[in-house]
């Protein structure tokens, strides 16, 4: 996010783009990093996660809140690859979260990267979809001869309240963070029972 409108949006785009070509050019010695930047940019669209108008929310003043909506909706991304380009380099290979974090973490205007691994309604369809997907098999207990102490990876749990998926108001417009809950948090848990139970970690 930025504080003001139209400060970073355009260069953060540019600047992780050059980040990811930069790592995924480090990673494999046989890719050229200005090549697969310029691939990159032909393929690659960066859409709003929020679509927050503040004309439908009653007693706004205008003024201000087009261009604090303009800061909110700006503030979360989703970045995809279109297939649509046809060049040398096969780029979905090498978009793994290692190569995505590793290409955050050069990045000054870029908070976090979040993969989205479900999506729904209910927390049984994230449960379905996660267990479905395999993205967190790294993270889970492969075998009986496996135990917490020999998997190397960590994790944690935080359940965070953006907006609300059946109002297009987006009621936390206009409030300071996130939401968090205790009482929410737990009750995610318990829901996400069937794909926690099987995690390990030190």
Not at 10 to 23: I, K, M, V, W
Not at 38 to 49: C, D, H, M, V, Y
Request: charged residues 20%; glycine residues 4%.
């Amino acid at each position: 996010g930025e504080y003001k409108v139209g400060y970073s949006k355009s260069f953060r785009q540019a600047e992780f783009l050059g980040a990811l070509s930069a790592t995924i050019a480090s990673t494999h010695n046989q890719l050229d990093a200005s090549q697969t930047y310029n691939s990159l940019l032909k393929r690659t669209s960066f859409q709003n996660a929020f679509t927050f108008d503040p004309t439908k929310r009653n007693g706004l003043d205008l003024n201000t809140s087009l261009n604090q909506a303009s800061i909110y909706n700006d503030a979360l991304q989703y970045m995809s690859l279109s297939d649509d380009y046809c060049d040398d380099i096969n780029l979905q290979m090498f978009m793994t979260p290692q190569i995505m974090s590793d290409a955050t973490k050069r990045c000054a205007l870029i908070h976090a990267m979040y993969q989205v691994v479900a999506t729904g309604m209910e927390y049984s369809d994230l449960v379905e979809q996660s267990i479905n997907s395999r993205a967190f098999q790294h993270m889970m207990l492969r075998s009986k001869a496996t135990t917490a102490t020999q998997c190397q990876t960590t994790w944690g749990l935080f359940r965070e309240e953006f907006s609300f998926a059946r109002d297009v108001n987006c009621p936390r417009f206009g409030k300071g963070g996130t939401i968090r809950s205790e009482s929410k948090e737990c009750n995610a848990i318990t829901a996400l029972k069937p794909l926690l139970k099987d995690f390990v970690g030190k």
